[in-house]
């Protein structure tokens, strides 16, 4: 596969979960009046298990034979580390510099999905 293609296809599954996260992140904030920090935990949390499914079998699909319990190992780990430097860039910009939290939220997704992109192309489905 191109990797044009692999970039463009994860952008619409990372629009399909930023779309997840949003509407988490407001029903959460917004409707139920639950802390931010929370708040996108669980955004991430439900987006990663749609995110798992689309990046197996359509961004990094693989002819030969994987085990799915050392990708879902590996894509944890990934997962881990890119939501590390976005929840580290969330707090930073929300409590350091005084961010709006929604904006905030907005922006921690392009540290998320660069980070992730990288290390589920090295490492998890490689």
Excluded at 12 to 41: F, H, R
Excluded at 43 to 57: R, S, V
Aim: glycine share 6%.
């Amino acid at each position: 596969m191109k990797e044009s293609t692999r970039i463009f296809r994860f952008a619409v599954i990372g629009t399909l979960n930023a779309l997840i996260m949003a509407a988490t992140v407001w029903v959460m904030m917004d409707e139920l009046d639950i802390n931010y920090m929370l708040s996108n935990v669980t955004a991430y949390i439900l987006a990663q298990i749609h995110n798992f499914i689309w990046c197996k079998y359509w961004i990094f699909p693989s002819k030969k034979k994987s085990n799915t319990w050392q990708q879902v190992l590996l894509f944890s780990i990934a997962f881990g580390m890119a939501y590390g430097a976005q929840f580290t860039f969330l707090i930073g910009l929300v409590e350091g510099l005084d961010c709006d939290e929604y904006l905030a939220q907005f922006l921690g997704l392009f540290v998320y999905g660069g980070v992730n992109f990288l290390m589920n192309k090295k490492f998890t489905f490689c």
